[in-house]
């Protein structure tokens, strides 16, 4: 099995396959296997053809557009001469089609408060917002940081910059004053648009606070704009700089049309890490992105007009932007917001947020459902699901088991699950089943949607064997595709297209099974060497979940003598004591699921992982820890690993 070429040993075998429900293949979107293919083979052999008719189908255009797509790699540019609007795209092209009076946002604050907003009522927001920036002096090409709670005026800040041509740059509300300022100040931002606080677990967090002090570092910021949304008392205001939203967004007038934006106008930057540096802030453009989250929402989410979709992340997250925001409001979706933790007041809110609104569409991240593992069945149990009928999965891959359990305990064993592979480069999901049509197996993105044309090469960049793991390029550009790092062409091409020339490189490693069904292996740099087998972190990692006592497991690589590499395990275990007795058993399990090869030299037992902010495991963190000298602890104890997630602080 030894390969010198790079190639990536494939161990673990899934067998289960879970055919969609008649009853969804009957009403879905895509409901034959041939209105795939045919939409398959047009989007790759007439591509401009085929995005042609879905622009003009999906998008309202003030202008049309000539040429389709120009593609001189990496630079892409679709739809030439076009001018549209994404929030026009969002509003006003749903109310001239009758959807005013339906409910665009259904929102519910942590301490409980509740909101909706319709299509005409969140234009409304939507239009006075932009009136109001536009008055305190923001125009066409500045960029505006938005550094906000889950709360509606999210989605409306983000809506009213597109409304004129400004570039929303949002960050996620976790983060420090010296993350703010760093992205303040590597896009030049001209404003920031925060809130007094922040509830989180009952407590309040003071957002405007951590704003201060991350525009003390920030020269280029002239404004500030603070929604009430906490009510803390004594926020401090800067004369000439600070206002509040209630005195000068709520006056505005609600009339205030979308301007006509060419095609390439960019949309927004969000800010990403990259393996090592500074965070890098990704850019999309208008028209190609807008369509993209909007066809893939279609496609993948089966959107139906009575559908109630809620997508659990945060807006602070490129999901948020495409699957809260963009995608699912230019389909004319309701969706669900909600501001707070899932485990205030307590672990079943999210089962009861399900219930109480009747939530059709889950979408949601591996690190949420190992979380719902662990608390227990009895949250769920308590709560009736029966209207869900479709459940997604996004930001890591899921594990099997973990896979099972959310189709069991969640989808009652009859919502498929869309296991949705893409990243902030791509603007919306790549992989994907498609719920009507595609029979799953746990742990597999499946196959490419429309557009997108996978290729998975070796270090030589030559097209890997079947059955082998590689490195997860794309060859032809697609619409929603990054246009760039903002200010840093040289760290756009270098990253992304130096070494497989031509083709856009994931990062990711991947293979393709016997069925054409792509499985993610892990980052690139993941990938741990033992005895010259090159091996994949997740596929062990998923042998150690479906251990009855393992919630979570990360695995890396250590240097070793004899083998290149060992393997080092950290998992989170429940039900079981952490002793030396479970090591071993955890040892044998993984050499009886997937081969002694596979099977960890160390085990450590974790109370937590540390994980990034938007809940992806850190392993980059983990092989340290794991290649220290320190000594394996004492085995009846825990370690307590989560102190690490903070020294990873700009980790996106
Ligand atoms: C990982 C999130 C396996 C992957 C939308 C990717 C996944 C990175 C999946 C992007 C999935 C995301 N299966 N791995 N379904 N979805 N990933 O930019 O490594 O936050 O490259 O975008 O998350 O993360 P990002």
């Known amino acids: 099995m030894t390969d010198p070429s790079g190639q990536i040993d494939h161990i673990l075998i899934e067998d289960r396959k879970f055919p969609p429900p008649a009853e969804f293949t009957k009403r879905a979107v895509v409901s034959t296997q041939a209105q795939y293919d045919e939409m398959y083979a047009k989007a790759r052999d007439d591509r401009d053809g085929f995005w042609k008719a879905e622009a003009n189908e999906h998008l309202h255009w003030f202008e049309p557009f000539g040429d389709v797509c120009q593609w001189n790699a990496p630079h892409a540019k679709w739809f030439l001469g076009g001018k549209t609007n994404a929030s026009y795209n969002c509003l006003d092209r749903n109310i001239d089609a009758g959807r005013g009076d339906k409910l665009a946002i259904v929102w519910e604050g942590e301490p409980g408060d509740t909101r909706t907003l319709t299509y005409t009522e969140l234009r409304s927001e939507v239009a006075k917002c932009a009136a109001a920036l536009t008055q305190i002096g923001i125009s066409a090409g500045d960029v505006v940081s938005i550094y906000m709670p889950m709360t509606p005026e999210l989605p409306i800040a983000m809506l009213a910059c597109a409304r004129i041509g400004a570039i929303h740059s949002v960050i996620f509300a976790g983060f420090s004053a010296e993350s703010i300022a760093d992205r303040n100040n590597d896009a030049s931002a001209k404003m920031v648009i925060t809130a007094d606080g922040l509830y989180r677990r009952g407590k309040v967090l003071p957002l405007k606070e951590t704003v201060d002090e991350a525009l003390a570092k920030s020269p280029t910021v002239e404004h500030c704009l603070v929604l009430q949304r906490t009510g803390t008392e004594n ?258 091409v270098e990253q992304y297209w130096s070494m497989v020339p031509g083709k856009y490189l994931t990062g990711d490693n991947a293979r393709k099974d016997e069925h054409g069904f792509y499985w993610i292996m892990g980052r690139i740099d993941d990938v741990i060497n033992v005895s010259g087998h090159r091996l994949s972190t997740i596929e062990v990692e998923s042998a150690l979940v479906s251990h009855d006592a393992v919630c979570e497991a990360a695995v890396v690589g250590r240097h070793d003598d004899l083998k290149g590499q060992a393997i080092a395990a950290f998992v989170t275990i429940h039900n079981r004591e952490p002793n030396e007795e479970l090591r071993k058993e955890l040892k044998l399990h993984v050499r009886k699921q997937i081969g002694a090869l596979a099977q960890p030299d160390d085990i450590r037992f974790a109370a937590t992982l540390p994980k990034t902010r938007s809940g992806k495991i850190m392993r980059r963190l983990l092989r340290d820890v794991a290649s220290g000298r320190e000594v394996v602890g004492d085995t009846s104890t825990l370690e307590d690993l989560s102190v690490l997630a903070k020294l990873g602080d700009d980790e996106a």
């Not at 149990?381 to 069991?408: C, F, M, Q, T």
């Not at 070796?458 to 200010?487: F, K, S, T």
């Open 235 to 492: 926020v401090p205001m800067t004369e000439g700089r600070d206002v509040w939203w209630h005195d000068v967004v709520d006056s505005q007038s609600d009339d205030f049309p979308a301007v006509p934006l060419d095609s390439e106008t960019p949309l927004f930057i969000l800010y990403t890490s990259g393996s090592t540096g500074k965070p890098k802030g990704i850019l999309h453009t208008t028209a190609g992105y807008n369509l993209w989250a909007k066809r893939t929402f279609d496609w993948v989410f089966d959107h139906r007009e009575d559908d109630i979709y809620w997508c659990t992340a945060d807006c602070g997250w490129i999901t948020g932007h495409s699957y809260i925001v963009y995608g699912p409001l230019s389909a004319g979706a309701t969706c669900l917001m909600y501001e707070g933790a899932p485990n205030h007041p307590a672990e079943d809110r999210f089962w009861d947020l399900v219930e109480k609104y009747k939530v059709t569409i889950l979408y949601t991240a591996p690190t949420a459902v190992r979380a719902f593992i662990k608390w227990g069945d009895e949250h769920v149990e308590k709560h009736d699901l029966s209207s869900l009928r479709l459940l997604g999965s996004v930001g890591e891959g899921i594990n099997p088991e973990a896979w099972i359990w959310y189709h069991k305990m969640i989808g009652g064993e009859r919502c498929p699950i869309v296991d949705t592979w893409w990243q902030t480069e791509t603007g919306g999901i790549m992989m994907s089943p498609l719920p009507g049509i595609t029979a799953t197996i746990p742990g597999s993105c499946t196959t490419p949607l429309p557009g997108i044309v996978p290729a998975i090469v070796d270090e030589a960049g030559n097209v890997v064997d079947a059955q082998h793991g590689g490195m997860l390029c794309i060859a032809e550009p697609w619409p929603g595709m990054l246009r760039g790092i903002y200010g840093d062409e040289q760290r756009f």
